[in-house]
């Protein structure tokens, strides 16, 4: 097998990070053009969003509006298909910073609009994706906006701008904030037989409000403009941008440079990215990785890194098992975060995924007695993609290869021993403890 070099791991860790996993060989291939330059790659994609062909799931086409679990199978093969890794990663990480859950907004075409704004804005100006969420009517039924109005105003929105959206929990705003910019969110409608949503300036309260400390008779996008433009912002947001890629926390010296630079770059994410992406934290301790993979990246990741694509309804219920299922977010704040997504019942789901991934995929009788433990790890790796494996792993598997088959020498133990030493090989490849963090 080919020495990995360190620029092929720093590669693999990237493609990890800030998408969903390589593709076989992509990491040794992309480590002959160099880290900066695939940074680069990444933030400004060119053609395509998907490549391949649709899939078809038990014999049919996607249907995410029709068929329950098809909405999250369709974001799914989203990320396993994309040719726009990190525009398709952020989206996924913009669901989680605008979380709206269709368990409350009912509506599975709300919720792909939803989906195509996030997708729209993934890689350009927060202000401008802050705005589309305001016009979103996904996130007008979620945080109850519709239906608000002057003789009572609903909170719920202008609560989670400042709370969640734009500036912290408790970061520079009061309780009286809140109530004057709920003012200003009130006269957006539903008409519920008709499905139609729109504005009425006769709910509008268009008095004068007085919202971190900006006094006028502001309209909803105003108050938009007031959080953004607000000294909190900054540095909230490129902070929680820092963590969507590593669990270290950044300097604070680090957090002003990313503030200041997403200032100067009108609120573009872009140059804040790529910032993050090439700091020297993002490549740390590669043979220790310590970010856990989110649900839905360990599973594309496993179904991208084997040229598999999603051909399995299944995948909505064990994505649920794990604890992520795309358009249902546990609640506003969206999803836990690194360490808070390995329990018991994750890691046993998604030792289930990577035994349902190896089902039916190794046959009795397919592997010669002849083939030397060595052969068999190697075998393995590359059926699997050949991913990066710690040193520690790598042992542990050398010694189960060689343990596994020992003194089995009839015609039946070499038919039955040698594929399961194969099987078991590749799921603890696909799924053991280093497929769970990257």
């Known amino acids: 097998m080919a020495r990995i070099t360190k620029s092929q791991r720093e590669i693999e860790r990237l493609l990890w990070r800030a998408g969903f996993g390589p593709r076989p060989h992509e990491a040794a291939n992309l480590a002959r053009r160099g880290r900066r330059a695939t940074v680069e790659d990444l933030l400004r994609p060119r053609g395509r969003q998907v490549g391949g062909r649709p899939p078809r799931v038990e014999g049919a086409p996607l249907d995410p509006v029709n068929r329950w679990g098809h909405d999250a199978l369709w974001w799914l093969d989203r990320?396993?298909?994309?040719?726009?890794?990190?525009?398709?990663?952020?989206?996924?990480?913009?669901?989680?910073?605008?979380?709206?859950?269709?368990?409350?907004?009912?509506?599975?075409?709300?919720?792909?609009?939803?989906?195509?704004?996030?997708?729209?804005?993934?890689?350009?100006?927060?202000?401008?994706?802050?705005?589309?969420?305001?016009?979103?009517?996904?996130?007008?039924?979620?945080?109850?906006?519709?239906?608000?109005?002057?003789?009572?105003?609903?909170?719920?929105?202008?609560?989670?701008?400042?709370?969640?959206?734009?500036?912290?929990?408790?970061?520079?705003?009061?309780?009286?904030?809140?109530?004057?910019?709920?003012?200003?969110?009130?006269?957006?409608?539903?008409?519920?037989?008709?499905?139609?949503?729109?504005?009425?300036?006769?709910?509008?309260?268009?008095?004068?409000k007085t919202v971190l400390g900006k006094r006028g008779r502001w309209k909803p996008h105003d108050i938009i403009d007031i959080a953004i433009d607000d000294p909190h912002h900054a540095p909230f947001l490129v902070t929680k941008l820092w963590g969507y890629f590593t669990p270290r926390p950044p300097s604070r010296r680090f957090v002003r440079e990313m503030a200041r630079t997403y200032r100067a770059a009108r609120t573009d994410v872009r140059p804040v990215l790529r910032m993050i992406l090439n700091h020297p934290a993002i490549y740390a301790d590669l043979s220790s990785p310590d970010f856990v993979k989110p649900p839905v990246v360990f599973v594309a990741g496993m179904l991208r890194s084997l040229n598999r694509t999603v051909t399995d309804g299944s995948w909505s219920w064990m994505m649920g098992q794990m604890g992520q299922v795309p358009f249902y977010p546990p609640n506003v704040a969206g999803w836990p975060s690194n360490a808070e997504w390995m329990s018991a019942a994750s890691a046993r789901a998604r030792f289930q995924a990577g035994s349902h991934v190896i089902e039916g995929w190794v046959k009795e009788g397919s592997v010669s007695a002849k083939q030397s433990p060595k052969a068999a790890l190697a075998a393995a790796r590359k059926a699997c993609g050949d991913p990066v494996l710690t040193p520690l792993t790598s042992a542990v598997l050398a010694r189960y290869a060689v343990r596994s088959v020992a003194g089995r020498t009839d015609d039946w133990e070499i038919k039955h021993y040698f594929p399961e030493r194969q099987r078991v090989l590749r799921h603890l490849i696909l799924a053991g403890p280093d497929a769970q963090v990257c």
């Open 79 to 208: 990320a396993v298909r994309t040719r726009q890794p990190l525009a398709e990663r952020m989206t996924l990480n913009w669901h989680d910073h605008w979380a709206t859950s269709n368990q409350k907004v009912g509506d599975t075409k709300l919720m792909m609009q939803y989906y195509w704004a996030l997708r729209t804005h993934s890689l350009g100006r927060f202000r401008t994706l802050a705005h589309a969420m305001l016009d979103n009517h996904a996130m007008q039924v979620w945080l109850d906006l519709t239906g608000s109005e002057k003789s009572a105003p609903n909170e719920n929105f202008a609560r989670e701008l400042l709370e969640l959206f734009t500036l912290g929990v408790n970061n520079g705003y009061t309780e009286k904030d809140i109530r004057e910019a709920a003012r200003a969110f009130t006269g957006f409608t539903r008409d519920w037989p008709s499905k139609k949503f729109g504005f009425d300036t006769a709910r509008h309260d268009d008095g004068m």
